[in-house]
């Protein structure tokens, strides 16, 4: 097998699917990072989860925040409910899978947060209850979603942002999911504390 084929046919994939995805993506990009600046600007919180590789782009993202993105600034509050594995197994054991992330929102978030729920495929039952949890603690929800995600799209209110990426192949969406959440960081950065220099 000629590897340089293989991994050329990667690249040139997820060129082309960014290349299609701009348009599309844009205007919600947008309305997601007015939405998480906005709680920022009124002293909420980001709560952030998601399943597997989505569990691990929630991670990221709260890292992004609370450290930094690309330059030094002040850290924001954030935090991602699949980082606490003693928790998350606890709640698992006496309350079940689907409670993971509900029982933490309805713990830790207040009125004013926003949860950021990322799904790469699936409508997780977990998510489900995320998304209702965050709405009976009166947050606001961005979702970022692959467009199978009906059931968790259907549950989303006039306030909430929805992100979603179409593609057939779940690693296109997991990396353009990747590229919607450091834009995210960079809005977030550009609008609180200025424009930057592009190295």
Do not use: W
């Amino acid at each position: 097998m000629d590897h340089y084929l293989l991994i050329s046919d990667n690249f040139q994939n997820t060129i082309e699917t960014i290349a299609l995805s701009v348009d599309a993506l844009a205007s919600t990009i947008s309305e997601g990072s007015n939405l998480l600046v906005s709680t920022l600007l009124r002293d909420g919180k980001i709560i952030s989860c998601g399943n597997g590789a989505d569990g691990a782009l929630a991670q990221l993202f709260a890292c992004n925040l609370l450290n930094r993105f690309e330059h030094d600034r002040p850290a924001l509050p954030a935090l991602a409910l699949n980082s606490d594995g003693a928790s998350l197994l606890g709640i698992a054991q006496s309350g079940g899978l689907n409670e993971t992330f509900s029982r933490q929102v309805r713990a830790l978030g207040q009125p004013g947060d926003t949860l950021l729920c990322i799904s790469s495929g699936g409508d997780a039952t977990n998510l489900l209850r995320a998304i209702q949890a965050a709405h009976e603690r009166d947050m606001t929800v961005v979702a970022l979603l692959h467009s199978g995600d009906a059931e968790l799209g259907s549950l989303l209110q006039h306030d909430d942002v929805q992100i979603t990426v179409d593609h057939p192949r779940r690693s296109r969406v997991v990396e353009m999911h990747t590229m919607v959440l450091h834009c995210l960081c960079q809005l977030i950065d550009h609008s609180l504390f200025g424009a930057y220099s592009q190295d």
